[in-house]
């Protein structure tokens, strides 16, 4: 089980941190500020930077089965830290940022789609939802407006948490229905962005929606009878 700072800090772009676990997947620290794959966003690389000066990069962060477990993920000739050395985490920062603009960009996708998630996905050059909806709903003027009347607005993205039972009370709250929430000790992360959306959510945000940047409607596609999917970017 490791601290996961990038929950309550999502701009924190190193650590220090002690081994805890070398195993297969990777590597565990007692805290770090790798955000792990899940929920659509991928996991973050960097690299650990060891007393001595010399690096290891981390190629991927991913999720183990118990609660608030992450690997950090070396390539297979990579050297091994030692348990319980203590190390530097330094994230690439700039991949990560973009991940957590165009994640924000997905809140207010679903803010301006009145229609059910059935998934999503963030790169780094776009991001899609795919909504169970029909066809000629989804505009691609209109949603492109929509989403960019939200940049401009600047709101604030903040976060709190609520329990398990005050969530269940309030079934309205979840829109994707391919990601359950992030649950953890009988508590929910809610994200919300200001008068736009509010969401369990596990991902990493940035602190207003300003900082997404104008957004393009790159495509709107049909993925069966079902799925339509809205993919957006960063505008040029
Ligand atoms: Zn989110």
Redesign the pocket.
Known sequence: MSELLFRDDAYLKNCTANVTAVGERGIQFDRTVFYPNG?G?PGDIGHILRADGTTIQIINTVKGGGPDEVWHVLADDAAHPALGEQVQLQLDWDRRYTHMRY??A??LLCAVVAAPVTGGQVAQDKARLDFAVEMDALNKEAIETGLNAFVDAGHTVDQRWITDAELDAQPELIKTMSVSPPRGAGEVRL?EVAGTDL?P?????VRNTAEIGRLVVQKIKSEGKQNKRVIIAFAA
Request: glycine letters at 24%; hydrophobic letters at 15%; proline letters at 0%.
């Open positions: 929920g966003q994640h924000t997905l809140h994200i969401q959510c596990g991902g990493t945000h």
